[in-house]
Every structure is written in C-alpha cells, then in structure tokens.
C-alpha cells in the first residue's frame, strides 16, 4: 500500500503534527503501507518525511521516496531511500509541481492531509484527491 502527503508550505504547531504523525503511521504500517510517497518541499513535507523515517527505526521494510518534480536539479535526499521522476517530460516547468502532485496522488491508495487553506497548491492536490476518490486521511483540528 503506497501513502503520500498533501500538505503547505508554512505550518503552524510542528510539534503537534508530529505528534499525530507517530500516532498515525505506525497504524497504516501495520496495515500494510509500505511505500511513501514525499515531495520534498516546505515545512509540512519535510515533518512528513522526518517522520517516516523515525518510523525506519521501527519497520525498517518501508520506503521512503522523494519524488521529484525536475530533472537535473540538486534535492536533499538525506531523508528519503530512493528518488523518483514521474513521467513529466512533456509538462511545461511552471507545472510541474502540480502534474508530479497529481502523480503521487494517483499513484497512492491514501493522502495524509494538512491542509487547512482553500486555496493554493495544497488545496489543489487534495481537491484531486477527493476526486480521485482516495482515502483521505486528515490531520485533526486539535493537531493543527
């Protein structure tokens, strides 16, 4: 089972949202996901990624992937396993955020939401997701 994150650049209380992400994965690891899709960008992705890998320690089985929106840049990927280039080629650079986004969510069985904004790239991606009919998995407001 593949999982990814849908979530915004600037966050508020990381501390809680941790929180519930060591409450939250270990349930979806025992469940069967194995696979984590990130993407690598602002504060939300980048608790999300810390967070799987601190699940490492504990299921060392899962992975952990950075999914790239651009060829030939340079990433942190001390965090991830592995990274991935979906099939962007043909996308226009100004939306390639959005296609790689889109490709995560198509490619997973669930999206751990932190949104918590209507508007912008994250709230794009979750609208998709709801479209997509995906289990939806939203960060509660007492964690925000």
Not at 96 to 122: D, P
Request: charge should be positive.
């Amino acid at each position: 089972m593949t999982v990814t994150f849908c979530g915004h650049r600037y966050i508020k209380n990381p501390e809680k949202i941790s929180k519930w992400f060591d409450l939250i994965l270990p349930s979806l690891i025992e469940g069967g996901a194995s696979t984590f899709y990130l993407g690598g960008y602002g504060a939300f992705d980048l608790l999300a990624a810390a967070a799987v890998k601190w699940q490492k320690t504990v299921y060392s089985h899962i992975e952990s992937i950075l999914v790239v929106p651009y060829r030939n840049r340079n990433y942190d990927t001390s965090l991830y396993d592995s990274t991935i280039y979906p099939p962007l080629e043909n996308v226009p650079q100004r939306f390639a955020i959005t296609c790689r986004n889109e490709w995560m969510v198509a490619e997973s069985n669930i999206v751990i939401s932190g949104v918590q904004q209507k508007e912008g790239g994250a709230a794009k991606t979750l609208q998709y997701a709801r479209c997509q009919k995906k289990v939806i998995l939203q960060i509660p407001p007492s964690f925000t």
